[in-house]
T-cell receptor, first 109, second 113 residues
Framework: GQNIDQPTEMTATEGAIVQINCTYQTSGFNGLFWYQQHAGEAPTFLSY??LDGLEEKGRFSSFLSRSKGYSYLLLKELQMKDSASYLCAVKDSNYQLIWGAGTKLIIKP | DGGITQSPKYLFRKEGQNVTLSCEQN?????MYWYRQDPGQGLRLIYYSQIVNDFQKGDIAEGYSVSREKKESFPLTVTSAQKNPTAFYLC????????????FGEGSRLTVL
């Protein structure tokens, strides 16, 4: 079966750096997405990786290793507003999105 | 402003009743989707539509129905056949570009009493 694994919950301190990991086993691969979702709200797009390497976008970076079936989202200079769930999703060989259960990130002052 | 509008935001239903959730987008996207989100689980696809007057079942279509009569609209009906309908429902849209991201509505929270 197809599977995406993320930690359920992480805690970090304001101003610090946190790395959220995502491992996947899917039938084919056509890209990996990261979304941010605040409680009770809609997910919003953060990043897309289809080739190996690091994509940087401001305080957020996303890394992909297709050979290892692994990605991470790196958040720098954490702010209280970064408290949210972070969803990892992979497009399989049929371009269908497979979603992880999300990682709830708690930021402490 | 372009975007996706879902309504209602909160809905309460008695067992045995059908309810319809509205989803409208003005992004001129061809593809639209309905997802269900439950605590501790990833988003699960209910139905999707790539073009007007055509739609396909997702992973958990039983007990749900949809229509796509207009490009802008993709309503979801939760029927009385859905055994556990209490959930957060998300509508999304995208272009036909397979690398394109999904744009989500604000969600509708359905509670069955």
């Amino acid at each position: 079966g197809q599977n995406i694994d993320q930690p359920t919950e992480m805690t970090a301190t304001e101003g610090a750096i946190v790395q959220i990991n995502c491992t996947y086993q899917t039938s084919g691969f056509n890209g990996l997405f990261w979304y941010q979702q605040h409680a009770g709200e809609a997910p919003t797009f953060l990043s897309y990786n289809v080739l190996d390497g690091l994509e940087e976008k401001g305080r957020f970076s996303s890394f992909l290793s297709r050979s290892k079936g692994y990605s991470y989202l790196l958040l720098k200079e954490l702010q209280m507003k970064d408290s949210a769930s972070y969803l990892c999703a992979v497009k399989d060989s049929n371009y269908q999105l497979i979603w992880g259960a999300g990682t709830k990130l708690i930021i402490k002052p | 402003d372009g975007g996706i509008t879902q309504s209602p935001k909160y809905l309460f239903r008695k067992e045995g009743q059908n309810v319809t959730l509205s989803c409208e987008q003005n992004l001129n996207h061809d593809a639209m989707y309905w997802y269900r989100q439950d605590p501790g689980q990833g988003l699960r696809l209910i139905y999707y539509s790539q073009i007007v007057n055509d739609f396909q079942k997702g992973d958990i279509a039983e007990g749900y129905s949809v229509s796509r009569e207009k490009k802008e609209s993709f309503p979801l009906t939760v029927t009385s056949a859905q055994k556990n309908p209490t959930a957060f429902y998300l509508c999304a849209s995208s272009t036909q570009d397979p690398t394109g991201e999904l744009f989500f509505g604000e969600g509708s929270r359905l509670t069955v009493l």
